[in-house]
């Protein structure tokens, strides 16, 4: 049964602001999937310091759904989302729509005017396009994953 992305509370945080509860919910989500389930890669990187944290937990407190906004000229000249996460039980209801849609919100919230940056893994390109992002790559290896990096123009 997944969840519903109405049932969940979203939060925004900084790096030094997210408080040693949230970074390991947040750091112990993304291990078990982006590790467990995808295959082994670093994945706390020097731009989780430089990015905005959102994280959607459920009504028990658990953390279903996260993801980064890197600031620009961090990764990529425009800011960036990436590290989009959504726990298992909570995929296939639209979490990860939600997810994706509060991210843009962001984005165009701190930067208004700006394009968004992502390496989007490739079998996600056709969900990502629903969301107005277009490729702007030929399909490459990033941690032995099938990535694209795609582009939503300024709104």
Do not use: N
Request: charged share 20%; hydrophobic share 40%; aromatic share 8%.
């Amino acid at each position: 049964m997944s969840t519903s992305p109405s049932a969940l509370r979203w939060t925004w945080a900084r790096f030094d602001d997210l408080g040693v509860h949230a970074l390991h919910d947040t750091l112990a989500l993304r291990c078990k999937v982006f590790i467990l389930e995808q295959g082994p890669y670093q994945d706390p990187d020097g731009a989780d310091k430089q990015s905005w944290h959102l994280l959607g937990y459920d009504e028990a407190g658990a953390l279903q759904a996260g993801l980064r906004v890197v600031d620009p000229g961090v990764k990529y000249p425009d800011p960036s989302i990436g590290r989009v996460v959504t726990a298992r039980e909570a995929r296939g209801g639209g979490v990860g729509r939600a997810l994706m849609e509060q991210g843009l919100a962001r984005c165009h919230q701190v930067w208004p005017g700006r394009a968004v940056r992502i390496s989007a893994q490739a079998h996600l390109q056709r969900f990502y396009g629903s969301l107005g992002f277009a490729a702007v790559s030929e399909v490459y290896l990033e941690d032995d994953i099938p990535h694209i990096e795609m582009l939503r123009s300024p709104c």
